[in-house]
């Protein structure tokens, strides 16, 4: 029942910027750490960022400067705000979560959102 909804993603040119945005719905405990990752056709997927329950925050060398991560603990949301966004950052995003329960922590995943970065 637990569900991670993107949104957010789109078409935009080079140094422009996008708000991906994703939340949990359905019942849960409580929440972990949260994060983003993406996928480019033909290359693994790689985590962008990542932030704890506390607001400690985790970047990949390639967006640091760019790219800011936040969470809305009430909202149950995780946004990621990208600047200066350049055509090699062109993937599909995909947003994770740590959900917790009575057992050892699950970790759920957004359908995945598609960023597109023209030159």
Not at 30 to 48: C, D, I, N, S, T
Not at 61 to 72: C, E, L, Q, Y
Request: charged share 20%; glycine share 12%; hydrophobic share 35%.
């Amino acid at each position: 029942q637990v569900q991670l909804v993107e949104s957010g993603g789109g078409l935009v040119q080079a140094g422009g910027s996008l708000r991906l945005s994703c939340t949990v719905s359905g019942y849960i405990f409580g929440l972990g750490a949260m994060g983003w990752y993406r996928q480019a056709p033909g290359k693994e997927r790689e985590l962008v960022a990542a932030i704890s329950r506390d607001g400690i925050t985790n970047y990949a060398d390639s967006v640091k400067g760019r790219f800011t991560i936040a969470r809305d603990n009430r909202k149950k949301t995780v946004y990621l705000q990208m600047n200066s966004l350049k055509p090699e950052d062109t993937a599909v995003y995909y947003c994770h979560a740590d959900v917790l329960s009575l057992g050892p922590p699950i970790n759920y995943w957004g359908q995945g959102t598609q960023v597109t970065v023209s030159s």
